[in-house]
Each structure stands twice: as C-alpha cells, then as structure tokens.
C-alpha cells in the first residue's frame, strides 16, 4: 500500500483483523498520524478481545499482524519518536554488495553452467551440513534419554557406528563440493572487473540526484542497462579481452544513455566523475589526499606561517597557500623551489590565456601525473579547471566521453515501452512538442498524437486521454507536469495501475515538466529522461530566430504592407528602417540571454526572457514604423527597454543596462550610417538591405565562440565565467561527496575537525566591550543625545558580539560532540561538514555579515574587522574608516550624514553625499575630513581607477579587481549637487553576487548605494554595459 492511496487505512485495516503482513511503500520524512496507534502498538483488551483503535473505530487485533515500512529517501530524517516505536534497518545498496550482486549477472550470462553447478553445490553442501545437524540432534536426544548403563543400550551403539560412517561420507562430500566450489568462485573471478566497473557507475549515476530533483535512475533500471551492454559487447573466448570489451561498452552506454537526461551544463561533470572513480577506485593513480587537494586546495594557511614568497610578482599569498599545501602531497617535493630556479618559464606559463594547453615548466611535465597536473592548475589559476577538463577526460577515458550525444528522439523511442514513458526535461526557452509532431509525423500516428497542457482541472481530462490510449494505441503527450503538483500522486498510482493491466503495444505516454521536487520519483526511475536545451552562444540564437521568421515577415515594408498611402520612397526608407532595426532587435534579444552566462557581471538577477518577448517586440516596432512617419527611437526605446523587455526586470541596475544595451541597436545611426557598427572590431553589424538569404547567410560566417566585448564586457569577463563554472563545478562535487572516515592523510575526519575546531575557538576574537572606550567614541551633545556614530557604533557591536558569541558556544559545544560527551545534532553535524570542506557553517553566516569568503580568509577577515573596531572603542573614531567591515555600511553613511546635519543644522533629508575619489591612501591619511568623512575598502571591478588622471579606465588584461584609493564622502544639500554630466553613477555593493532581497529595514541586503566617479574617456553607458561596479569585500 501507498499513503498517496485513498483506501490505504481499509486496506491497513483488514490486514490487522486477518494477521496478514503489511508493506508501506515510498513514505516522506513525515507519516501520517491515524498510524500512530500502529506504529505504537496500542492495543488493549476487551471482553477477552485484543483490540486497537484506527481512526475512529476499534479494529480486531491479531499477534500475527506484521508492519513494514520502506522510504526511498537516500537520507531519511524521522523524529525522535517515530525511531523509538520503529526498527530502523538501512537495506541502501553498498559498493561491494552491488559488485557482488552484478557478479552473478555477469556469470550467469557468460558462463551459466557454472552458475547453475554452483547453485546445485550451495543446495548440496547446505543439505549435507543439514543431514550432520539432524545426526548430531539425534545423538544426543538418545543419550539424554538413555537409561542405565550405555553399553547395554544396543539401538545407541548401532545408531552411533551407523552415524559416524554416514558422518564421515557426509563430511567428505561437502569437502569435495567446497573444493569445487571453490574452483568455480575463481572461475567466475575472472569477471569481477566487469562487476566492479558496473557498481562504480551506478554510484555516480545515484550521486546525480543530489545535482537535480529529475536525475534519478533506479537499480532496476541500471541492471537493465547492464545486462542489455553484455549483448551488445563483441563475443571472445579469451576471458581477459572478453572482459576488457564489457567493460568498454558497459561503460558507453552508460555515459550515453544516462547523458541524453542531463542539461549540458553537467554533462562533463558526469564525464569528469566516471574518469576520476574509474581512476580512483580501480586504477589507483589518485590518492585521497590528491582528491581531497583538488576539493578543498588543502584548506587554509595562515600567512603568518608562509614561506618567503619566490615569485613574487605573479604568486598572491592565497596562491602560496595553496602551494604550501600542494607541496606537502607526495609528488611535489621541492615545487615552490622550482619557482626560484626558473622564475621566467613559470611566469611565462602562468600568464598565458590558456595554460591548461601548456606543457608544465621545467621537469614537472613528466614527474607528475595527468591528475596532479591538474592540480597545479587548481593551486595557480582554478578558473582554467573547466577548460582542462576536456583533454583530461580525453587522455584518460577517451573521446567518446567529450563528445555529447545528439538529441536523438527517434532513438530513445525505440528503447521506450507501454510501461515506459518519455520524459522531456524542459529548460528556459526550450519546447520539444514540434520533434514530438514530426517524429508522430513519421511513425504514422500523427493523428493519435493527444496532447494536454497541465493545470488546474486538467487532471481528470489527462487520465480519460490516457485511458482511452491505452486500449487505443495513441500517443497521450502532458505538458507542463511541474504546473499540476497536486495530481501528480495521480498520476503515479495510474502509472502503476498500468503494471497490472494488458496495454496496447502501439501506447506511449510522453511527459514534459521544467525540473522540479515534486515529480515523483517513481516514474522519473522507470522513464526515459530527456533534455532538449535551446541554442547556445550568440550566432545559434540570431540563426533561430531567422528560421522562425518568413520572407513576407522580412519584406513587409517592401511589399507595400505599410499603410497611409505612403510613396514607393517612403516604403523604401521604411523598409531599410524595418530590416535594420529588426536586426537590431534579434541581436539585442540574443545579447541579452548571453550576458547570464557571465553572471553577476552579466546581470544581476537572472532573466527568464523568452521568445514571447521579442515577438512582441516585433510587433511593436512594426507598428510604430507603419503609423508613424519617422521613426520614433526614443518611443521605440522606451516600449522596449522599459516595458516589453524591462517588464522582467526587479533591479534597478539591470533596468539602467537594458536600456543602454538596446540603445547601441535601436538608434538612428544604425538605420542611416552604412557604415555602423555594433562593435569595436567591426564584425557584427546590421546587414545591408537584403532578403532573407542574405541575412541568413551574414549569420552563419558570424565566429562561432562570442567574445565578451559583444556583449559590452571588457574581456577580463571571461575570467568571471571561467570563475563562476570552476565554482558551480566544485561546489557540485562537493556537494554529492559521500561522508568520508578519513581524508588519506593518515587522519580520521574527526580529527581534522576537532583541530580545525580548536583552532579557531583559540583564535576567536572577545566580545566588544565599552569599557576601555574612548572619550570621544561615545561622547553625548549638551543635550545628552549620544553623537550618531556612536549609536551606529553601539548597534554594530551587538551584531559582532552575537556573532562571537555563536562561534564561542558553537565551537565548544562540537568538540564536546566530536569527543561524544554530548549528541551531535544536525546543525552541528553541518558545521563540522561545512569544517572539512573550508566552508562558512550555516549557523555562523546565518547571523553573519555577507560574505563569500572561503572559511580561512572569512575568519582572517573576521579577526581584522573585530580588530578596525576595537581600535575605534578605544581611540576614538578614525580619520578615515574601513567601509568593509561594518554589518550595514548604509547606516554608517546615514550617521556621519546625521553628524554634519546635526552640526550645521540644517535637515537631513535636504542632504547627500558628493563622491571625491582622491589620490591618497589609507595609509597616506593623517587627520580626519573637515566636513564628510574619509573611507576606504572599496574594490572597482568591470574597468580601474586611473589614479594619475582620476578617472575611470579599461581594465588591464587579466586584472579583474582593483583597489580604490580613499574616498571622501562630502555632505552637500542636494542643490549644491553637480551636474551628473561626465559622471557614472557608479553602484556600491557589499559582496561580488551583486544581487540582494530587500531586508526588514527597506534597504537591499547587498546594495550600499551608488556613487559618482569620472567616466573619463568614455560615456556613462559605456560603463552601465561594462557592469561597473564598486565592491565591499572579494570573494578570495
């Protein structure tokens, strides 16, 4: 029975009166409480009756009645008191259980005479040891009953001599079996490879599912799969090379069935995991420390403890840290050495745009091993880890694994049944219904095709379509299952009803949904899962949407479409208008789409567009140039930018780079100037006055990889998004990392966590205390109202004290749990997770400051923060203060502005702040401003400061983050505020995601404010595109 069944308490019921066993299938985290009487035995006797109370009726119980529950949670959490009324047995498949299991598979059909005598020698010996059992039984019972003297007892004396014969036959026979038997095992031995190799890739394919909700395969499903790629293997009689051939198509098929059901964006972390296991667990070529390196790069170091630094002018301490850790692996000795050896070569490998293609400096290319090749890259430039990823699954697995399978519908329909349905996995932008037509179109059932849009009261609709296929033979396709979650329970118990009924051979039964938690389980394990993703990259989405539109769409001005009577000229100029702006259209519709793959720096949000925008985008600007006589940019800007495609956008800041985006397409120079180009190398540009094939035919000579300028990026971007997938890539792997006794450095993880632990409690600052403060730190007016940054001061300490209060307890209380004085609860068995893995736990960020920091630089940015305070407590307020390391930076901006209003008097809500970036640093201040306040800590990331000009400047290659000198916030009214004229409001922001949710105060969880800098040489929107930005704090 399933709780998702309306009868399941009946059927439950009239079990527990019969004594008939019960199996609960598929339970959540949480039962249903009418079980509460079962699960507690609640029973009681009446009228000599024993009974027990299910819902609102007493039921007959019987001793025989048997309860028995399963879950397919891979990691249940039931409450303390479900697991005292329950047994809780873990029956989840191990490693060597599977292999085991898959052994037997595999003997069986390669070899079954073996596997059938082995089978009559496992029931020979069990029933020869049975016969010595019911002999040594029989003895002694005859003895136990023997009277007088036992020599006299002469049925004892013959029942002995003819037991020790039958004994001594006996013994020899299952001697003679075992010795076969034994035989037989190292017979079959000869193909635990192929089973080893098969339970190494149903580990993976489970690990997926902790990736996305729709990645679910079942053990059933597997063994299928296995056993269909033994017969698909070429036939040998050399055992070895028999094996070597399983072994290869086992594991393609594998990537290529399991690949067709994954976004591309995991695809080659799949590829990556098959070869790093194959590599681990039966090559050996990758220790566990090697692994744990390529995690976590070792942890933190201390720079207290760094060594001199060799090279200097291209190792930043986090990447001697690294290093230091990399050398202590067997393998590296003497690598941070080599740099002083040879400073040039490493410089010169370590600065090129593509050292993942480079051979390692000195004698590191042959001394190390493709695996710890990698991790010299993760050490010294981890945004290239992706890109190297390529020819490591190449070299050590082979090309079949980079190369992704096409999108096959036809394919996977032959491996589909009645019972087993196709589910597309949908993706933004991506609709598989018209490969579904044409492949109905070409079996011949294209007039059976029955399709269904999900949602409210679709459900009872589905199943009559569904019903009626069945017997039918039709295709029944559900769109949008992600859309109906309260009918999905529904949908599963009709799935199964399925198992038990005779369906028409010609009945499939396709499914759509977008991924989501509610599919269940159960028909994403038994289905065929595919996904069909749109095009990515610049000229695949121009080239779809020119497929999507005809030739009278393109030629409609010069058909005469356009009304008013216009004359053959005017068509002619509106025709030029309609094509160029069209084209500008599509290009700023595909920029927009690109631009997220570079993700903060990209957008700051990211946006669902789709191609409901642009048509009706479309249609606006061909409204406005058939009614209008000229064409109206600034209108067509507005409808565009603000309310077609601006309708999506939340952010502000997003708002303001749409807009200056879609000016660089939807202009009058683009229409008037033959020789306009959207981008400085001059190789895209809206093409001359041509049809259809022309256009299309300029599309297709356009490069195939977008560099980042296209998109108005400077191209350090491509740093952003090498960042961003080496993180996601990590972060993944990290995630799906089963828990591990020990990290191969000879230490337990217990260990491990408990120094890391101590460490931290050791170096955990004090609270902050008012005791030693300053006069001047709190000091009150004649009125005895504390001056304003005091206050601010007062509320940042409770905030810090919270924090280091948590730490305190926090770190105490898991050591206490490590040593087993107290129980480890979830949140502490997080935290000492989120310890190993150089992570921030949840329960410290959760009353934390934002950061994005690994643990070690977090808790190093912590101590300097608790230190830039105390300074202040105690000497008073500083003459230039350190933005970064306040909690809410928007109120210490308030309280100086409150400062100078107070002082002045003059209301608060007249004034700002005017921005003066100045030429000093931190170190250079010597006295407070006169009026305003001096800051420091800011980052400018997307271009640099142009400390000699004061201005904003392009970036160097390569230079993605660039420290700001002080800034000086000067309080003016806001008349006196200058002309924004050759100024970039420039955004502040407190950490590098950019994005923030607007907290109980009304300010962003993220955004300071913004600030006006010099553009210089540039407009303003040129920077808007750039994605210029002030930071608070980096990532590193």
């Not at 249903?32 to 819902?55: N, T």
């Not at 492949?439 to 849009?453: H, K, N, P």
């Not at 992570?839 to 960020?845: C, E, F, I, K, N």
């Amino acid at each position: 029975i399933k709780l998702t069944e309306s009868t399941y308490l009946r059927t439950l019921e009239n079990c527990i009166r019969v004594g008939n066993p019960v199996l609960l299938e598929n339970v959540e985290e949480s039962l249903d409480p009418a079980l509460e009487p079962v699960l507690g035995r609640q029973v009681f006797k009446q009228s000599g009756r024993l009974l027990i109370r299910l819902g609102d009726t007493d039921v007959d119980y019987s001793p025989e009645f048997r309860f028995y529950i399963t879950t397919k949670l891979p990691n249940p959490h039931y409450p303390p008191e479900v697991c005292v009324k329950v047994t809780v047995v873990n029956f989840t498949v191990t490693p060597k259980g599977l292999e085991d299991q898959l052994l037997v598979q595999v003997v069986a059909h390669e070899r079954p005479e073996l596997e059938e005598e082995k089978n009559l020698l496992v029931v020979q010996i069990a029933s020869g040891q049975k016969q010595l059992k019911d002999l040594e039984d029989k003895i002694l019972y005859m003895l136990a009953n023997s009277e007088g003297n036992i020599l006299d007892d002469a049925e004892l004396i013959t029942t002995l001599k003819a037991s020790k014969v039958t004994s001594t036959e006996v013994n020899q026979q299952v001697t003679q079996a075992m010795d076969t038997k034994i035989k037989i095992d190292v017979a079959c031995e000869g193909y635990r490879p192929v089973a080893k190799r098969g339970a190494l890739l149903y580990f993976v394919v489970a690990d997926l599912s902790a990736i996305d909700p729709m990645y679910q395969y079942s053990l059933q499903f597997f063994v299928t799969l296995f056993k269909s790629s033994m017969d698909k293997a070429t036939a040998s009689d050399d055992v070895p090379e028999r094996v070597m051939l399983m072994i290869q198509v086992i594991t393609q098929d594998v990537y290529t069935q399991v690949c067709r059901g994954l976004f591309e964006k995991d695809k080659k972390l799949f590829s990556f995991l098959i070869a790093v296991q194959i590599m681990r667990l039966e090559l050996h070529s990758i220790s566990n420390a090697e692994w744990a390196f390529f995690l976590s790069k070792g942890g933190f170091v201390d720079e207290a403890v760094l060594p001199p630094n060799p090279a200097e002018d291209i190792l930043s301490n986090v990447v001697l840290g690294a290093l230091v850790n990399l050398q202590a692996l067997p393998g590296f000795d003497g690598f941070l050495n080599s740099f002083s050896l040879d400073p040039h070569v490493w410089k010169t490998w370590y600065m090129s745009d593509n050292p993942q293609d480079l051979p390692l400096p000195l004698e590191w290319q042959k001394n190390l091993s493709a695996f710890q090749n990698l991790l010299v890259l993760r050490a010294m430039r981890d945004e290239k880890i992706v890109s190297a990823l390529t020819l490591f699954i190449l070299n050590n697995i082979g090309k079949h694994y980079i190369d992704v399978p096409p999108f096959d519908l036809a394919s996977s329909f032959k491996d589909s049944a009645p019972l087993t349905p196709i589910i597309f996995v949908l993706s933004t932008g991506a609709d598989p219904t018209l490969y579904l037509q044409n492949l109905a179109r070409d079996m011949g059932v294209f007039e059976r095709l029955r399709m269904i849009s999900l949602g409210q009261g679709q459900g009872p609709i589905a199943e009559a379509l569904i019903a009626a296929g069945r017997d039918g033979g039709d295709w029944v396709c559900l769109q949008n299952c992600h859309l109906a979650s309260s009918w999905m329970p529904s949908l599963e118990m009709l799935l199964e009803s399925h198992q038990t009924m005779k369906l028409n051979d010609e009945f499939r039964l396709w499914l759509s949904s977008m991924p989501s938690k509610i599919f269940p389980a159960s028909i994403l394990q038994s289905g065929i899962k595919l996904t069909n993703e749109p095009p990515k990259g610049l000229r695949a989405n121009l080239k779809r949407t020119y497929e999507d539109l005809t030739e009278e769409e393109i030629m409609y001005f010069d058909e005469g479409g356009a009304s008013g009577g216009a004359d053959g000229a005017g068509n002619k100029v509106k025709a030029r208008a309609w094509k160029k702006l069209l084209f500008g259209l599509t290009f700023f519709h595909a920029v927009i789409q690109e631009r997220r793959k570079y993700g903060a720096i990209g957008w700051n949000i990211r946006y669902e567009w789709n191609q409901s925008d642009i048509l009706t985008a479309m249609a606006n600007l061909r409204m406005y140039i058939e009614e209008q006589d000229d064409v109206p940019y600034e209108t067509l800007r507005y409808i565009m930018g603000d309310v077609n495609y601006g309708g999506r956008v939340t952010d502000y800041m997003d708002q303001r780079t749409v807009a200056a985006l879609l000016g660089t397409y939807i202009c009058a120079e683009a229409v008037q100037d033959h020789d306009y180009r959207y981008t400085a190398d001059g190789l895209y540009y809206a093409p001359p006055d041509e049809d259809m094939t022309g256009i299309r035919e300029y599309i297709d000579k356009l490069p195939l990889s977008d560099k980042p300028e296209v998109f108005g990026l400077h191209r350090n971007a491509a740093v952003a998004f090498d960042n961003s997938e080496t993180k996601y890539l990590i972060d993944t792997i990290i995630s799906i990392q089963p828990r591990s006794g020990g990290s191969g450095t000879g230490k337990s993880a217990d260990e491990i966590a408990g120094e890391i632990a101590n460490d931290l409690a050791a170096k955990t600052p004090g609270l902050l205390t008012e005791e030693d403060a300053a006069l001047v730190t709190f000091q009150k007016d004649e009125e005895g109202a504390m001056n304003s940054l005091g206050t601010f001061l007062q509320i940042e300490m409770l905030k810090f004290n919270k924090l280091l209060k948590k730490m305190a307890t926090s770190l105490t209380e898991l050591q206490r749990a490590i040593k087993g004085t107290v129980v480890m609860s979830a949140e502490l068995d997080s935290m000492f997770q989120a310890l190993l893995l150089q992570r921030v736990p949840d329960m410290w960020s959760n009353v934390a400051y934002l950061s994005l920091k690994p643990l070690g630089s977090w808790f190093k940015d912590l101590v300097a923060r608790c230190e830039f305070m105390s300074s202040w407590i105690g000497d008073g307020p500083p003459d230039a203060f350190w933005m970064s390391a306040f909690f809410f930076p928007q109120g210490y901006m308030t309280a100086a502005l409150q400062m100078y209003a107070r002082s002045t008097r003059i209301a608060i809500d007249t004034l700002d702040f005017a921005t003066r970036a100045l030429t000093i640093t931190p170190e250079d201040v010597l006295q407070a401003a006169d009026t305003g306040v001096y800051f420091y800590g800011a980052y400018i990331e997307g271009c640099r400061w142009d400390s000699k000009e004061s201005k904003l400047a392009e970036s160097h290659v390569g230079e993605t983050h660039v420290y700001m000198p002080v800034i000086w916030l000067e309080p003016v009214t806001k008349e006196q505020l200058e002309s924004l004229d050759g100024k970039y409001m420039c955004p502040f922001y407190k950490v590098s995601s950019r994005a923030g949710t607007l907290s109980t105060t009304g300010h962003s969880t993220n955004y300071i404010r913004s600030l006006e800098l010099p553009a210089g040489d540039f407009s303003s929107e040129h920077w808007v595109r750039r994605s210029v930005a002030l930071l608070a704090s980096l990532d590193t």
